[in-house]
C-alpha cells in the first residue's frame, strides 16, 4: 500500500509503502521512490518483486521495493497495470500540451525497458484500459476525431482491434475486466446527469444494460467486477445512498454492503473471492484517514484491515 507518512529526514510529508505477507495480519514498512509525495501517487505490483510506482512519474522495483529506479517516459503516466507477466503503462505523448494525446506503453515484468504499442486508432485525453490475463481492452477518445474507441488485444498488445464502444462520445467512461478471467467486462458510462452501467460478456462485442430498471447511477460512479454476475458499484443506485452496493444477478438488483456513512475512493478484486476498498468517513474530506477494507465472499460482507506491525 502506497501512501504518506512524515518524512524521516528533513521536514515535509513524503511517499512511504506498507507490505504485508500475511494476509494483512502486520505490515512492514520498505523503502519507497526518493521523491515527494506528490510525485508517486499510485502502487502496482507484478509480482512479489516487480512493482511499479507512478503518477505522474514512473518508479520501478525489481527486488520488492529494495531499491527503486525511475523509468524515462513520453510524459507523466496517468494508468499502469500487470497481469500475465506483462506490464501496460498510458502516458501523455511528449509535447503533447494538457495530455491531449498519449501513448499506450508495455513492458515485460522485471524489465525497465518500455516499448510504445501501435494503435488502430490514436489515443487521446482521459484514455483508460482493463487487463486479464492476456486481454488488454483500451477505452479513448480518438485524438484526431474524437469519437470514442474501444480497443482489444488478446495477445499482451502485440496487436489490437476495434470491438464496440460502450460509452457516450464525449462524456468518458470507464471499463473493467472481471477477475475470474473470463472475457466480462463492464462499463461506467457517465451521460451528463447520471451513470450507466453496462456488461459485455464477449469481451466488448455487444453490450447490455446492467442497472434496475427504477433507478440510475450518479454521475461518477465506480466500478469493480468479480464475474458476469458479481459486481460492485460505488456510490450505488440513487435511491439506495449506499456507499457501495453489490449485484449478484448481472445488475439486475443492486444491495447496499457498506453504508452511506462511508465514502468509497476505490475497490478491486484480487480473484473473483477476495476484494478490497480503501473508505472514509463521510464528512472527513480530503484531509481525513482512509481505511482499508477487506471481503473474502466477494463483497457481501466485509471487515476492517489494521495497518500494524
Excluded at 10 to 20: M, Y
Excluded at 51 to 70: C, I, R, V
Excluded at 162 to 169: D, G, I, S
Aim: charged content about 15%; aromatic content about 8%.
Amino acid at each position: 500500500m502506497l501512501g504518506t507518512a512524515r518524512c524521516l529526514t528533513g521536514s515535509g510529508t513524503c511517499s512511504a509503502i506498507v507490505r504485508t505477507t500475511d494476509g494483512g495480519s502486520s505490515f512492514v514498512g520498505i523503502p519507497s521512490p526518493p521523491v515527494s509525495a506528490s510525485d508517486v501517487t499510485q502502487l502496482r505490483f507484478a509480482n512479489a518483486l516487480d512493482g511499479y510506482a507512478f503518477d505522474p512519474e514512473l518508479w520501478a522495483t525489481t527486488n520488492g521495493g529494495a531499491t527503486w529506479a525511475k523509468v524515462a517516459t513520453p510524459g507523466q503516466v496517468t494508468e499502469l497495470e500487470a497481469a500475465d507477466g506483462e506490464a501496460y503503462a498510458l502516458a501523455c505523448a511528449a509535447g503533447s500540451a494538457n495530455c491531449k494525446s498519449m501513448e499506450l506503453l508495455r513492458s515485460p515484468a522485471g524489465s525497465l525497458k518500455w516499448q510504445k504499442v501501435s494503435t488502430p486508432a490514436s489515443l487521446g485525453y482521459g484514455a483508460q484500459f482493463a487487463v486479464s490475463g492476456p486481454s488488454l481492452y483500451v477505452l479513448s477518445a480518438n485524438a484526431d476525431t474524437r469519437p470514442y474507441v474501444l480497443l482489444y488485444s488478446a495477445d499482451k498488445g502485440a496487436t489490437l482491434t476495434k470491438r464496440v464502444e460502450p460509452c457516450t462520445a464525449g462524456l468518458g467512461g470507464r471499463v473493467t475486466a472481471a477477475a475470474d478471467g473470463s472475457p466480462t467486462i463492464w462499463a461506467a458510462c457517465p451521460t451528463g446527469t447520471e451513470a450507466t452501467v453496462l456488461l459485455s460478456t464477449n469481451g466488448g462485442t455487444t453490450w447490455r444494460v446492467a442497472e434496475p430498471t427504477e433507478a440510475g447511477f450518479p454521475n461518477r460512479v465506480g466500478l469493480a467486477a468479480a464475474s458476469s454476475s458479481v459486481a460492485l458499484v460505488w456510490p450505488g443506485p440513487q435511491v439506495s445512498a449506499a456507499a457501495l452496493a453489490r449485484t449478484t444477478n448481472g445488475g439486475k438488483s443492486y444491495s447496499a454492503v457498506l453504508s452511506s456513512s462511508w465514502g468509497v475512493s476505490w475497490a478491486g478484486f484480487s480473484d473473483p473471492a477476495r476484494v478490497y476498498a480503501l473508505v472514509a468517513a463521510v464528512g472527513t474530506g480530503t484531509t481525513g484517514p482512509t481505511h482499508l477494507f477487506e471481503s473474502n465472499d466477494g463483497g457481501a460482507t466485509w471487515h476492517q484491515v489494521f495497518i500494524k506491525s
